[in-house]
């Protein structure tokens, strides 16, 4: 049996040890940028004509990978190649398929620092940031692999006389799998060895701006020993190929992190049925949220404004669960906001290479436009830029962490996502308030209140509608096992990464009753019986 689990403990980078051995790190990927990468299906690497390429975003010559398109008859053929691995992958008995993501967990626990450095040149992540994402990595092959372990175990039944009945979980079929690149290892892989965990095989589509790292840890999986088929890699447009697997009538599910529209569109697709189509598609959403910390008046004020600066610019906004909204009572506004805006000064804005960055480029051309477009629409909309506002894509797509005071309830950037580096400061008449503004959006991922008095607490945990509630503290941050992830209305399908019941959405329940004399009992091999899905 395995140990209990525990979270991958944070790498301390002030112990120069650890900081070398990041910068060595940081050395050995440098020297291997630039290589190309083939699509591999059944097991078999393949490449194409079509190449799409990754670039450091805040060195934006610098080609971290370059990647093989797959055409719409690949993408097909990966459906089905995922298919006919299934036909046997499933019938793998539980404590092996276990046994895949421990040993997953301990070949990414040997090679954190490589993988943090893989992040750091492919998508901007700074040291802490990308050594907290692998962590969560190794944290989602170690608890899901339990997990499994514990579905597949005996499930409690009431028992009838003259009966006896069983309860056990099967796996769905193939999933497409399509994560984003803000977590670009831990989201990736959680979703992809969650499939692969409970039986099911897997088209895996990485975001085309963060290939490298999915390929990486695809080549892990091989390591540890994961039979050919049960996870294709597959990388090229999402219109062009990922629908193709969405539409696909042999695809059983689809696990996706991103945006709303885009999630929306697969939510819509998945539910058409096609020819020869024998099931209802199931979808396992998170599309973001417009995230918001409320800041009583009885608040500690230095403890909410370092909340708040580390919620709203941990790896430039980029987060989904990210501070976007700071929603501050009028009693305390203009403190509040000098706290933050004196926090923010002391940020570093840097190539994410360096120890000391705070946050650096953010992901692309496209995100580095629509952000500073966002920031005009603040100002535009009355809003008061603080402190930043200034950007230089010259070298890379470096955008100043940015602080918009006297933003009002309704405002354009106090309602959309940005997914940048920019904060929305709000002022609130009262407590009733400030929680009528934190709900009044479409979205329902995170929160936070920071207050003294026990009693707003209380009514934010019943009022503050959200799946992740964070009280007195940052609302991102969230830990595999102890905080299970994921939140409301347009914020996705109320799944809950690493947490109890996640499992559950890549599995089927299927109950067995036997007539007791009919045949010689059925409990003597049943605990065998139990260890196969």
Known sequence: MPTEFRNEPFTDFSKEENAQAMRNALEKVRAELGREYPLVIGGERLTTE?????????????LVGRFNKATKELANRAVESAFEAFKTWRNTPAAERAALLFRTAEILRERKHEFSAWMIYEVAKTWAEADGDTAEAIDFCEFYAREMLRYAGEQPLYQVPGEESELE???????????????????????????VVTGNTVV???????????????????????PAGVVNFMTGSGAEVGDVVVDHPKTRYIAFTGSKEVGLRINERAAKVHEGQIWIKRVVAEMGGKDAIIVAGDANLDDAATGVVQSAFGFQGQKCSACSRAIIDASVYE???????????????????????????????????TINSYIEKGK???????????SDGEQGFFIEPTVIADVKPGDTIEQEEIFGPVLAVIKAKDYDDAL?????????????????????????RKEFHVGNLYLNRKCTGALVGVHPFGGFNMSGTDSKA??????????????AAEKVGATTSRKASSAAKRTAI
């Open 169 to 195: 979980y099967i796996p769905l079929g193939v999933g497409a799998v399509i994560p984003p690149w803000n977590f670009p290892l831990a989201i990736m892989a959680g979703m992809t060895v969650a499939s």
């Open 335 to 369: 403190e509040m906001v000098q706290k933050i805006v004196d926090r923010t000064a002391k940020l570093k804005l840097s190539d994410p290479t360096e120890p000391s960055t705070s946050l650096s480029a953010v992901i692309n051309e496209k995100a580095f436009k």
């Open 380 to 390: 535009s909309e009355g809003g008061r830029v603080v402190i930043g506002g200034g």
């Open 436 to 460: 009528q503004i934190a709900n009044d959006t479409q979205y329902g991922l995170t929160g936070a209140v920071y207050s003294t008095d026990e009693e707003k607490l209380q009514r934010a």
């Open 204 to 226: 895996l589509k990485p975001s085309s701006d963060a290939p490298t790292i999915a390929f990486k840890f695809f080549e892990i999986l091989e390591e540890a020993g994961l």
């Open 50 to 62: 079509s190449k799409l390429e990754s670039f450091n975003p805040a060195n934006r010559t610098q």
């Open 498 to 511: 690493g947490g109890r019941d996640y499992l559950s959405l890549f599995l089927q329940a299927k109950v």
